[in-house]
Nanobody
């Protein structure tokens, strides 16, 4: 079992930045993948970024490459999503997700553990 708690969402103007945090508790291992997803009103939940807890590679959706950065603090068992150059289309509820898997999952059903979500609103 893994418990996830997100924080850091809010309202920001286009071009601004936010940093989301996801604190994990419970049993994690090097096989765990930590991912960020988002869901805008009326749309399906979509992949944003992910990293392997036991590795160094990071993965991003094309829509956020070059603007968002996923990172971790192993001592705090926390994953971050630094979001720069935000656009109105980034507005969504952002969810942290985790699960043990081979490779990297980029669809929601790859993950069994989810946080409660944090709202990010980007005004134009």
């Amino acid at each position: 079992q893994v418990q996830l708690v997100e924080s850091g969402g809010g309202l920001v103007q286009a071009g601004g930045s936010l940093r989301l945090s996801c604190a994990a508790a419970g049993r994690t291992s090097s096989r765990h993948v930590m991912g960020w997803f988002r869901q805008a009103p009326g749309k399906e939940r979509e992949f944003v970024a992910a990293l392997k807890w036991g590795g160094t590679s990071t993965y991003y959706a094309d829509s956020v490459k070059g603007r968002f950065t996923i990172s971790r603090d192993s001592s705090k068992i926390t994953v971050y999503l630094q979001m720069n150059s935000l656009k109105p289309e980034d507005t969504a509820i952002y969810y942290c997700a985790a699960d043990s898997m081979l490779g990297i999952g980029t669809i929601p059903r790859n993950y069994n553990y989810w946080g409660q979500g944090t709202q990010v609103t980007v005004s134009s």
